[in-house]
Each structure stands twice: as structure tokens, then as C-alpha cells.
């Protein structure tokens, strides 16, 4: 499963390495295709690729820690 995705983090995150520890949290991979960040919040857009029961587990992740997720587009292949 692929999916591309919208991250807006919080600025209190500035400090934690997100991103990183997705990759090696959960069988999944990450690839950034833009991305902007400031002292206040960031933001990024990333496809999303691994197996579907991953992929929530790392939203689910991603929730827990005050980021909020929207997914632009699926692929299911």
C-alpha cells in the first residue's frame, strides 16, 4: 500500500525526530517530498509505503504525539 500524506506538527515537537523514528518504529518507508519548518509548527507532505496494518499503527503514532494527518492519496497496489 502507498499513500501520500499531509504532517502538520505542533512547534513543541521541535526537538523530536518524528520522521526518523517512523522508519524505525514500523515497517514502512518514508519519502519527503516538501517540507517547511519554523520554531512555532512545520509542516511536510510524504508518501507513505509498507503494509496497511503498519501504516495505522504509525498513524496512530503520529496521532498520539499531536500530529494531525491528512491522507491526499491512496494506492492500494
Not at 500500500?1 to 514502512?28: H, V
Not at 507513505?48 to 491512496?74: C, D, M, P, S
Amino acid at each position: 500500500m502507498k499513500i501520500s500524506i499531509g504532517l502538520t506538527f505542533p512547534g513543541t515537537l521541535q526537538d523530536e525526530s518524528i520522521i526518523c523514528y517512523l522508519c524505525k518504529k514500523f515497517d514502512i518507508s518514508l519519502n519527503i517530498i516538501e517540507a517547511s519548518f519554523s520554531m512555532d509548527a512545520g509542516w511536510s507532505i510524504l508518501t507513505v509505503e509498507g503494509q496497511e496494518n503498519e501504516i495505522k499503527r504509525a498513524f496512530e503514532y503520529l496521532a498520539e504525539k499531536g500530529v494531525k494527518v491528512q491522507q491526499i492519496q491512496i494506492d492500494k497496489k
